[in-house]
């Protein structure tokens, strides 16, 4: 119901942040039913880990009756602490990726504050739209030439804020739906996919971090990219003035000027994308890569 209302009451220039809200509100309804589902298969799974102990102890028969009790008791116990963790699970694994993206938040400061897929969706249109007005009594080869750069550079925060998007959906449906993974961690066969999606967790947490952060800089440059463009527009006049006073040299060194500029602008776009693409992923690879949780070993150890 209320991704419904959030759909209905979205307006069109603002349709990536509704598409992030009704995501958030639907994957929030998931979380009873995945932490039903986690629990009733961590028990299952459990209550296998202990009969499998058990044959194992059975088949080896070189344990007195005190360690047997004691290596049950342990297994038990540590099965218990790991079930208990499940079931508050709301409290504390969804804040390892949240937590992430609000330290992003702290850390970037004002200029993260605005931040959302929308503001730079519109970042980029506003680059268009300012050539296209710049440029709309020039010939179509100088229009043609002005508005590839334009739309380059409307593609590359396109490019941006859907993959802020995808990061903050991505995060939303592992720490919701994901809970379920979490109960194959009660068998030694299965925990590697409980442990795996940990691991995860962690990496789209971090990469939220640096996507979060990377944007920030990108939507503050994009912001003083569109003033700059806005207050260049007077270079069009000028060029479309001496053409019809008889210098053409100059009107074409002026449309040149205005060109080289809008290229400029539009390097720098590109390399805003391409960090924002490329570096979050890749460093979230790295810092994830070397992390152990090893539930698997503490079974089969007990």
């Known amino acids: 119901m209320q991704a419904q209302q ?20 639907t994957t929030e309804a998931w979380l009873t039913r995945a932490l039903d589902a986690a629990q009733t298969l961590f028990l ?38 790991v079930l208990g963790l499940i079931s508050t699970y709301h409290r504390w694994l969804p804040m390892i990726a949240q937590g992430f993206g609000e330290t992003a938040v702290y850390i970037g400061g004002s200029g993260v504050t605005h931040l959302s897929p929308t503001h730079l969706l519109n970042i980029g249109l506003s680059m268009l739209l300012t050539v296209m007005q710049s440029v709309g009594l020039i010939s179509d080869v100088v229009t043609s030439l002005a508005v590839i750069p334009a739309l380059i550079m409307l593609l590359c925060f396109v490019a941006l804020a859907a993959h802020l998007l995808v990061a903050m959906i991505e995060s939303y449906v592992v720490v919701t739906g994901g809970l379920f993974f979490v109960g194959f961690m009660a068998f030694r066969g299965t925990a590697p996919l409980g442990e795996g999606y940990l ?44 053409l019809f006073s008889g210098n053409p040299g100059g009107a074409a060194d002026a449309v040149s000027s205005r060109l080289g500029f809008l290229w400029s602008i539009t390097a720098v776009a590109i390399l805003l994308a391409g960090l924002g693409l490329y570096m979050p992923g890749r460093i979230a690879t790295q810092l994830s890569r070397g992390l152990t949780i090893n539930f698997k070993k503490a079974l089969e150890r007990l």
Request: net charge neutral; hydrophobic share 55%; charged share 15%.
């Open 199 to 242: 691991k995860y967790v962690v990496y789209v947490g971090v990469k939220l971090f640096f996507i979060i952060l990377i944007a920030s800089v990108a939507a503050s440059i994009g912001d003083d990219m569109v003033a700059l463009l806005q207050s260049y527009d007077n270079l069009w006049l000028e060029s479309f003035g001496r």
């Open 44 to 81: 299952s799974l459990a209550l296998l880990e202990i009969v499998v102990t058990g044959y194992m102890v059975w088949v080896g028969r070189n344990k007195q009756g005190g360690d047997l009790i004691s290596q049950f008791a342990l297994k038990i116990g540590l099965l218990a602490f």
């Open 6 to 25: 959030a759909i209905q009451g979205c307006a069109p220039t603002m349709f990536f942040d509704c598409a992030q809200e009704v995501f958030r509100l």
